[in-house]
């Protein structure tokens, strides 16, 4: 059974940095597919940023390129999103989906989902 954990997320000012990370247990690090996706107070979920585990191949949304970076640490099985210049549009509770299927955004097979992690940015 995975389980994911999303830990990082706090309240910033915008310009700031934050780093989330996303501790797996139960998946296999070698070859799937984790995401990070968001969803802001009155909006649908929408994805972030996605990287092909043991692959290292990554996909971001237009909205957070050149800002947002996604990597793995195989070693703690947990992947990370480090959030840069961040903007009051980037406020929202982030979360953190796995699936042992490669695609973007990860929908294909048995999805998981961690609990999310809230993100705050102020202007």
Known sequence: ???????GGSSVQAGESLRLSCAASGYTFSSGCMAWFRQAPGKEREGVATIM???GTTYYADSVKGRFTIWEDNAKNTVHLQLNSLKPEDTAMYYCKATKVVGTWCPYGSIYWGQGTQVTVSP
């Open 1 to 7: 059974h995975v389980q994911l954990v999303e830990s």
């Open 53 to 55: 585990t043991g692959f």
